[in-house]
């Protein structure tokens, strides 16, 4: 009877080491950690419009803030204005508010392109004279992935008394910091 007690031991532990254990701190099979929506996001895409099927890309940051249920955006964007004989560089900045359904954020952003005046400069640079442009009004609808990967579908049209044609915009990126500061690697003790 010893030697039989013995072996089923030996072999409930070789069953034991052949499957593993799971390590104590381990989620729950099928939980799933997010990242969290508030944070700065990296984002590029295009920006086509409706009419003539023309198109410009856009990169830049977005900030995003959760504050319950709903959420505040803002963002400075580049891109090109196309004028004359060549496109000049243009900045996009505005802010954005909306609701907050799961990971998905729907909302109205408020933005305006500002030009340099100046050729060739970038309309950021200190001193330079800039031209502001028409303001638009988007609705937006914003899919944030539980790993910090993000995807912004906006329609564009020009607030009220504007002049501007639609166009629809379509981003994609990732989220790189928290609330707008960089996230640095973690040193560890020694």
Known sequence: MQG????????TALFSIACGSAPEDAAPEGAETSVPISGMYTVEGVTTETASGHQRKLAGTIILAEEGPRYTATFSLTT???????????EVIGKGEGSIEGRTLKGTNHTQLVVATVPGVDPGFAFIPRM????IVSTSVTRLAPDGSVEIELTNAPDEG????????VLNGRRVSAAGVASAPRSTPQ
């Open 4 to 11: 039989r007690t013995f072996v089923q031991l030996a072999s």
């Open 80 to 90: 090109t204005y196309p004028g004359g004989g060549q496109s000049l560089p243009a």
């Open 132 to 135: 502001v442009s028409t303001r």
């Open 162 to 169: 504007e002049d501007y044609s639609p166009t629809r915009t």
